[in-house]
């Protein structure tokens, strides 16, 4: 089994190395044996500055992955491929670039990634979307398209897309997860998790068949309440879960529910921490 570490160059809160940026975002750099990938670009280019101070080679990567179109995870693309860095591989879920917003009232905020399907086409970036599920090299899995099982698990409704025949809820259809075969099982890495986290991991567990030994990303369980929040991790144990790393948009409620916990290892991993599986 190969070796997997990870590195969050993005994330909302800052750790013990100082001369980081934290931002509102998320970045992860996924080293799995002698496979290099970056899931998720934060939202502009203070993940490169920060990789740049970690020692993080951003060039010639594998693929990138972009687990949705907002701009906190997506935006930072530009970035990468103008600085010359990242892949010519680029994954995400189906749809990714419709445009998406926040409703507030009569004010629309735009909540876009900021390149399209041109940009890719002149910097020469091949685009690949994910339709259920998809290896994209020996032990690593994509998934999309997540079935809505968990009732509870509803997406705001604030999100939006803007389609031609007007705004319309925003099912987050282009979301999209990352499973890392270990050994006894899985780790998975997701973005935002608006389809439901439960609802994305009985998904992964029904498609790959093994245990979700760890879990790390943004949850969006920033607001949930203390009832969803341990029914949601007592599901999780249920598949396997382990480990559970939050980030993003996890929110302080779950970072402390996890860190109370003595039944599963539990961190909220910032911009600089790292985790490792040999």
Not at 22 to 49: I, K, M, T, W
Request: aromatic content about 8%.
């Amino acid at each position: 089994m190969d070796m997997l570490s990870l590195t969050a160059l993005m994330d909302n809160k800052p750790t013990e190395h100082k001369a980081l940026i934290a931002e509102h975002g998320l970045s992860l750099h996924v080293q799995y044996g002698d496979c290099r990938l970056l899931f998720d670009c934060g939202s502009g280019a203070n993940p490169l500055r920060n990789a740049h101070r970690l020692g993080v080679d951003l060039k010639d990567l594998d693929a990138v992955i972009l687990s949705h179109s907002h701009y906190d995870h997506a935006a930072g693309f530009r970035d990468l491929t103008e600085s010359g860095l990242g892949s010519r591989d680029l994954y995400t879920g189906p749809n990714f670039f419709e445009a998406k917003y926040a409703k507030n009232g009569v004010r629309f905020t735009n909540l876009a990634c900021g390149f399209d399907r041109d940009f890719l086409k002149t910097h020469q970036i091949c685009h690949h979307e994910i339709q259920g599920l998809q290896k994209i090299y020996p032990g690593v899995w994509l998934i999309s398209g997540f079935p809505r099982i968990h009732s509870f698990e509803t997406i705001p409704e604030r999100f939006v897309r803007r389609t031609d025949s007007g705004f319309v809820a925003d099912d987050f259809g282009d979301e999209v997860c990352m499973a890392l075969d270990v050994e006894d099982g899985l780790v998975v890495l997701v973005g935002c998790s608006h389809p439901g986290i439960l609802n994305m991991m009985t998904q992964v567990s029904a498609l790959l068949k093994k245990p979700i030994r760890a879990v790390f990303g943004g949850t969006h369980l920033v607001e949930a309440d203390a009832q969803r929040i341990d029914a949601t991790v007592c599901r999780l144990q249920e598949m396997g879960l382990e480990i559970l790393g939050l980030s993003h948009c996890s929110g302080d409620a779950a970072d402390c529910a996890i860190c109370a916990r003595t039944d599963i290892q539990g961190c909220h991993l910032g911009t600089g921490d790292c985790i490792f599986f040999d």
